[in-house]
């Protein structure tokens, strides 16, 4: 994940208020429309961050401890 480095805050920001909104079924339209930013670049980092948690959930406990354990051996 780094959109950190790809794009401003405030944009990052907004998309994660725009997942709110859709989650909480909130119309939030003609606020997005007031602020004057491409909603496209909001909505793609709002992929980018939903896409994030989905790959995240494939991660068990079991791979993350199988990772912790080869760390422990490297000398
Ligand atoms: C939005 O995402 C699509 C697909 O990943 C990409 O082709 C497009 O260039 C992006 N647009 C912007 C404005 O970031």
């Known amino acids: 994940m780094d959109l950190i480095l790809m794009h401003p805050s405030h944009l990052i920001a907004l998309a ?21 930013v491409d909603m496209i670049v909001v909505k793609n980092i ?17 791979r993350i401890n199988m990772a912790f354990n080869k760390l422990a051996f490297k000398p």
Not at 46 to 57: P, V, W
């Open 46 to 62: 709002s992929m980018e961050i939903l896409d994030f948690y989905e790959n995240h959930r494939l991660i068990t406990d079991e």
């Open 16 to 36: 994660c208020l725009y997942i709110a909104t859709v989650y909480r079924e909130k119309d939030s339209i003609a606020w997005f429309e007031e602020l004057q």
